[in-house]
């Protein structure tokens, strides 16, 4: 699907459920240079990388590393050239997109470690509604080797949980939010969720209000390379937190997105 015929009914989902899914927006060229580039980026880790899998005491691996964009020229070519931010722009009914971050998130096969309930924008230093990632899979993406499930609505509730160590699930020293997120599976009348299985060039765009997690890697020979992308649109400002991740440039409270820390990507 190119972003011309993207269909109103993404945006409706995306506004309605806090998520949509986007079919077969990448070529199968886009995710083979982003296949090299991540095994290179994996073969030389950084001080920003993490085994989130080690970090909670779980079996198998699940290599985490932020703005991966930054220090791969491949990975950068892809986020500024790919159909990603169009299509953002498209679904979050954004004139302009900014990129914000970006997080490459690999779960081995057998792995056992789960991306815990929590909404990213408690994880943002910044404030606004037109923000969004964009999430694809390098492999085929199931419920078995750990898609991910999205509360539907979440987003509109105003609640906002606040964030936590995604390995040991200590909290962090962070702004007043409104308590540790809820358990979503103990309750899924309270919680309906909505879960997209998903090819190598499909993507998910949700909001990042929208409260979301994934079971581990349950496959015995299926990775699960995942890689995710936040993006910004025209109402986003900085805004200085408590829990400030790394990372980030920070800019003037209250100041809209600017720099090249920060690269228009689109705008129409
Ligand atoms: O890939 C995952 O398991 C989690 C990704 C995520 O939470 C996100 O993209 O916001």
Redesign the pocket.
């Known amino acids: 699907m190119g972003t011309g015929t993207l269909a109103s009914a993404e945006r409706e989902a995306f506004e309605r459920d806090g998520v949509a899914c986007l079919r077969g927006l990448l070529s199968e060229d886009w995710i083979e240079s982003l296949r090299e580039a991540v095994a290179k980026v994996m073969a030389t880790p950084t001080e920003y990388s993490r085994d989130l899998a080690r970090e909670g005491g779980k079996a198998g691996s699940?290599y985490q590393e932020i703005n991966v964009s930054l220090r791969s020229d491949p990975i950068a070519q892809f986020v500024k050239q790919s159909p990603i931010a169009a299509a953002a722009a498209a679904v979050m009914g954004s004139r302009s997109i900014r990129f914000f971050s970006d997080?490459l998130?690999v779960?081995e096969p057998a792995t056992n470690a789960?991306?815990p309930w929590?909404q990213?924008f408690p994880y943002f230093p910044c404030d606004g509604d037109q923000i969004g990632?964009v999430?694809l899979g390098l492999d085929p993406v199931t419920r078995e080797n750990?898609a991910?499930s999205f509360v539907k609505g979440s987003h509109r509730t105003g609640t906002l949980f606040a964030p936590q160590n995604f390995g040991s699930k200590a909290g962090y020293e962070s702004d007043p939010f409104d308590g540790p997120p809820p358990d979503v599976d103990a309750d899924p009348e309270a919680y309906p969720t909505i879960c997209y299985e998903m090819e190598p060039g499909d993507v998910t765009i949700?909001h990042?209000r929208t409260l979301?997690?994934?079971k581990g890697n349950e496959s015995s020979d299926v990775r699960?390379r995942?890689f995710?992308i936040?993006l910004a649109g025209d109402d986003i400002v900085w805004r200085n937190r408590r829990y400030m991740p790394r990372g980030f440039e920070p800019l003037e409270d209250g100041a809209p997105l600017s720099g090249p820390r920060y690269p228009l990507l689109f705008s129409r």
């Open positions: 699940f997080q998130l779960k789960e991306t929590h990213d990632s999430w750990g991910m949700h990042a979301h997690g994934a699960r995942g995710t936040r």
